[in-house]
């Protein structure tokens, strides 16, 4: 095949690196040398994107997401610029533009649904395209103008997009289920969506005119050939790369070979000048085929292609990166693509760390014959993922004046020790007379012995005596001596500061090397004790906020503080049920208040009044009642009979009063 010329690729896939590698999203731009490569890596709180210079291996931009946003997706491409990128302001009318040019930008989406398109150029971002999707962005590509572009989301909707506008231009729903990834030919007439199938949409009119099957497991990437008439596709879990007629002039749906890895694959790219393809696996190494469809593929014209029964293929070049101080141990590769060095024939690989990673480029084909190379064995020098080197004379010289902490050699000294000698005076025999009395040690020594007698017969036992806490002025070194040590009394003593200046001071003069061993045990006493929560969090919130550069720095700092996460997130669960249990109690303790108060009102009101209400036990106990009460109404009120007795009486003896008046007269 001779050779072609060279295209600018707008597909856009991205792969998902290592979790050793402390990479989450990764990629080359599509330049035909590959001159920058994009990572998205976990910040403190958020995702953080940095573009190295592959040629300088130095940072040119680098950006954290605001509002704490997660990046699921990462997209090299172009948009056109007319002069009002980072600008809010609109032009005026009958004011004229400047001329369109295109800039190198990163459209990143998010799990809010969103597309962010970030500037080189200009450091920031420029666009974002929102309002279409409801749920995370899976993926998403730009057409070669830099126009148009296209997004899938977990939704399962299609959007076509104006970028120049922001504005949505389509929408419609994919056949597939789960579908998570894109590709766009390189004439940019067909758009190819993967989920557990992949299939082939025109975009004329938005129809599928062919679907693959052929992964167990979701697409993690595709790829379309420099000639669009080929598709390869790599899956999660899965160590074969499918190669697919993409020809819309047959019905072909069965794979025309397979490639094979000994590990799953990670990535995978095609070369911009022949038909060979690449394919990075999870243990860091690159596979090569020089002619994909080889065994698939007849010799004839593209439109007379027959399908042919799949066979699997070994890699027909291995490219291999081993330690130079170990030689057993492997370096991983974290990307790689072809470029155009060497006429075509290498490919510029990514390795080492999330923090500082190396690039080479590296010929896949002997210089004097122009055959392809077996195997591929670079011996390189590891890279470190601190800021000072093993092999730095800095360090070095660190390591000649540090001296490890060694107990033996240390001599305790305590007040017997420094006994002082009783002043004598020569009486000129030049023999001194004897002491006076006792010496000041004895004094000292004497004391101390009463007061621990006193504190062993105040209980019986003797007490064993505490760790004082340290002052502020020794917490660092006292801190460091604990850590060093290992003495949990010595660092508890330490951790009962409270104090946030005290805290503050301390830990910023804590050394790097102790930074994760404190948090490892604040850590664990954070998860086995919840109610030093409080005292805890001070010192954890001063470690985060002062020692982040470094704590950057560390490649599995995830994983050293998932335990970390799991404990905020579970304590963040039982938050809301803490609420709602919070707003029964308060709801049951001002019904018990009301009612308390209402007994009080109605206590008050019974003293005032005199009348009492008894209520009867039975129906004879009312009965004999009503009888008692008419018996003492009988006593208390005379009867009828009684009261005419009584009148006569008085009759009888106003008569006789009359008579004796009428005889004294006479």
């Known amino acids: 095949m001779g050779k072609k010329t060279i295209k600018s690729a707008p597909d856009t896939s991205v792969e998902a690196t290592s979790n050793l590698a402390g990479i989450l999203l990764s990629s080359f731009d599509k330049s035909p040398s590959a001159e920058l490569f994009a990572i998205v890596t ?83 971002i420029v666009k974002r395209l929102a309002d279409a999707h409801t749920t995370p962005v899976a993926d998403f590509v730009l057409n070669r103008a830099g126009t148009k572009g296209y997004s899938i989301a977990e939704d399962g909707y299609i959007v076509e997009w104006d970028i120049e506008q922001e504005k949505e231009i389509s929408k ?34 938005r129809q599928a005119f062919k679907k693959f099957t052929g992964h167990a497991s979701l697409v993690k990437q595709l790829k379309f050939s420099q000639e669009d008439d080929l598709l390869i596709s790599i899956a999660d879990d899965d160590r074969y790369v499918n190669v ?112 500082l990673p190396s690039f080479e480029v590296v010929r896949f084909v002997n210089e004097e014959t122009g ?63 004897k002491s006076i009395g006792p ?18 017969s105040g209980d019986g036992k003797p007490k064993k005596k505490a760790v004082a806490i340290p002052s502020a002025g020794s917490l660092q070194q006292v801190l460091v001596q604990a850590l060093h040590s290992n003495d949990q009394a010595l660092l508890e003593a330490c951790l009962q500061h409270t104090k946030p200046e005290v805290i503050r001071s301390t830990v910023k003069r804590l050394p790097t090397s102790y930074v994760i061993p404190l948090m490892q045990q604040l850590i664990a006493r954070f998860q086995s004790k919840p109610n030093r929560g409080h005292g805890l969090l001070e010192w954890i919130r001063a470690v985060l906020l002062i020692h982040t550069t470094y704590l950057m720095t560390v490649p599995d700092l995830v994983g050293k503080l998932s335990n970390f996460y799991q404990t905020l997130d579970a304590r963040l669960n039982v938050f809301p049920k803490l609420l709602a249990l919070r707003g029964r109690l308060d709801m049951i303790q001002n019904q018990i208040d009301t009612r308390t108060r209402h007994n009080k009102s109605d206590a008050e009101s019974d003293n005032e009044d005199s009348n009492v209400y008894v209520e009867q036990d039975s129906d004879d106990e009312a009965e004999a009642d009503r009888f008692m009460s008419e018996d003492d109404d009988a006593q208390e009120y005379p009867s009828d009979d009684e009261d005419m007795m009584e009148l006569e009486e008085d009759e009888e003896s106003m008569q006789e009063d009359s008579e004796m008046e009428s005889e004294e007269e006479d």
């Open 172 to 205: 419609w729903k994919a056949n597939e289920k789960n579908v998570r990834r894109l590709a766009l030919s390189h004439n940019e007439s067909t758009l190819a969506v993967a989920g557990h199938t992949i299939a082939l949409w025109n975009l004329k009119d």
């Open 42 to 124: 976990h910040s403190v709180d958020r995702h953080r994107l940095r573009i190295f210079s592959t040629r300088s291996g130095t940072v040119s931009n680098d950006y954290s997401a605001e509002n704490k946003e997660r990046f699921t997706s990462l997209t090299w491409g172009a948009v056109v610029d007319n002069g009002n990128l980072g600008h809010p302001t609109e032009v005026k009318p009958g004011k004229k533009r400047r001329t369109k040019d295109t800039i190198q930008v990163v459209a990143l989406g998010t799990h809010t649904g969103s597309i962010l398109i970030y500037s080189l150029a200009h450091g920031m």
């Open 244 to 355: 697919w007629d993409a020809q819309s002039t047959n019905d072909n749906i069965n794979n025309l070979t397979a490639l094979t890895l000994e590990n799953n694959a990670a990535q995978i790219d095609f070369s911009l000048t022949e038909p060979a393809v690449l394919a990075v696996s999870e243990d860091g190494l690159v596979g090569i085929w020089e002619n994909a469809s080889s065994s698939g593929v007849t010799t004839g014209p593209r439109h007379r292609r027959k399908a042919a029964r799949a066979t699997t293929r070994q890699p027909e070049s291995n490219i291999k990166v081993v330690d130079s101080n170990e030689e057993e141990a492997n370096i991983p590769i974290i990307s790689a693509c072809f470029v155009v060095d060497h006429n075509g024939k290498a490919v510029m690989i990514a390795r080492g760390s999330s923090f």
């Open 371 to 433: 055959a392809l190379m077996d195997d591929i064995v670079l011996t390189r020098k590891r890279t470190v993922s601190s800021l000072i080197d093993n092999d730095s004379v800095a360090l070095n010289n660190l390591k000649t004046t540090h001296k490890k902490y060694n107990e033996a050699s240390i001599k305790v000294i305590g007040n017997t020790d420094f006994t002082i000698s009783v002043p004598t005076m020569d009486d000129g025999t030049g023999v001194a007379n």
């Open 439 to 456: 010496s000041i040690a004895d004094k000292l020594s004497e004391i101390e012995l009463e007061d621990d007698q006193n504190k062993s």
